[in-house]
């Protein structure tokens, strides 16, 4: 079945930055579009990221651009988030998701704080 793992959350410092690893299993990869999301305390869902099947194209919030990366390695089916300059509203639990299988993984927790 599908699967989706995330890792690479944790404790940063403002201004810092960490890189969030999302590994597929259970369907073709490369053919895939990805997308990370986030979820702070008490707000809804929100997309932070999507990268297309072959990662030709790539969107994001408003509120990531110039600080984070989304990328992909289909030899590892891996999908990457480099998240720069981190700020104390950047704080939530990611997810790595697949929209066409509508799959979801478990979640990595973010938290921005000196």
């Known amino acids: 079945q599908v699967q989706l793992v995330e890792s690479g959350g944790g404790l940063v410092q403002p201004g810092g930055s960490l890189r969030l690893s999302c590994a597929a299993s259970?369907?073709?990869?490369?053919?895939?579009?990805m997308s990370w999301y986030r979820q702070a305390p008490g707000k809804e869902r929100e997309l932070v990221a999507h990268?297309?099947?072959?990662?030709?194209?790539?969107n994001y919030a408003d509120s990531v651009k110039e600080r984070f990366t989304i990328s992909r390695d289909n030899n590892k089916n891996t999908v990457f988030l480099q998240m720069n300059s981190l700020k104390p509203e950047d704080s939530a639990v990611y997810y790595c998701?697949?929209?066409?299988?509508?799959?979801w993984g478990q979640g990595t927790q973010v938290i921005v704080s000196s």
């Open positions: 990268i297309t099947s072959f990662g030709s194209s790539t």
């Open positions: 259970g369907f073709t990869f490369r053919r895939s579009a």
């Open positions: 998701h697949a929209p066409q299988w509508g799959s």
